[in-house]
């Protein structure tokens, strides 16, 4: 497809039950960036990643939350043992820029209800 | 800590009008960045800034860069009721991007 895209699209789960959200990057886009945005608020940064590689893990809020890029290209967002603070929108973002990243191109968001 | 703080978070305007949202960051950074969300949707890019004094329009928006005051604004020139939106700055370093609350634009016929 010709922009990132983001399955599923809206996920109700029950708290306590492990989720996963998968991003699919523009082709040949090398920065993938995950982020979290609660209801009127502005995207919450997650996790970074250049390659394969995590480059930057820092906003993830608690070890429930894990990351993984194995091919470079396919990203997952794996949250266990949900909370109903977990519920948001989680969106994922890819750039083309190696090193210093330019524009990023968002998808059009999971949206994570946990009840 | 990078901190995005924007203002105002909610602007109600009349068609015609002009106004500007302003977007501070508190400290040094190498890129600016100015999004568009509508209601539902996914963030679209506006501008990327990239260096003090920048400057980029593109037709009733303009962004502007100050690196030394670490300030960017969003101006919004003749207001169209197209124009309503969430929009949002961002700024990077290092390896993060971080984003501003938004400001709410809200553009009366």
């Known amino acids: 497809g010709a922009g990132v895209s983001q399955t599923p699209s809206n996920k109700v789960t029950e708290k306590g039950k492990y989720v996963e959200l998968r991003c699919d990057p523009i082709s040949g886009h090398t920065a993938l960036y995950w982020y979290r945005q609660s209801l009127g608020q502005g995207p919450e940064f997650l996790i970074y990643f250049q390659g394969t590689g995590a480059a930057d893990d820092s906003g993830l809020p608690n070890d429930r939350f894990f990351a993984v890029r194995p091919e470079g290209s396919v990203s997952t967002l794996k949250i266990q043992r949900t909370e109903r603070g977990d519920s948001a929108v989680y969106l994922c973002?890819?750039?083309?820029?190696?090193?210093?990243?330019?524009?990023?191109?968002f998808g059009e968001g999971s949206r994570l209800t946990v009840l | 800590e990078l901190k995005v703080e924007q203002n105002p978070l909610f602007l109600s305007m009349q068609e015609g009008k002009n106004y500007t949202i302003y977007c501070n960051y508190s400290?040094?950074?190498?890129?600016l960045y100015w999004y568009r969300q509508d209601p539902g949707k996914s963030l679209e890019s506006l501008f990327v800034l990239l260096s003090n004094g920048a400057v980029k329009q593109e037709g009733r928006l303009m962004a502007s860069l100050d690196t030394k005051a670490r300030l960017s604004t969003l101006h919004i020139t003749a207001a169209v009721h197209d124009l309503s939106a969430t929009y949002f700055c961002?700024?990077?370093?290092?390896?993060?991007?971080?984003f501003g609350k938004g400001t709410r634009l809200h553009i009366l016929p």
């Open positions: 973002a890819s750039s083309p820029d190696a090193g210093i990243p330019g524009e990023l191109f």
């Open positions: 400290t040094t950074s190498d890129r």
């Open positions: 961002a700024v990077g370093r290092d390896d993060k991007i971080i």
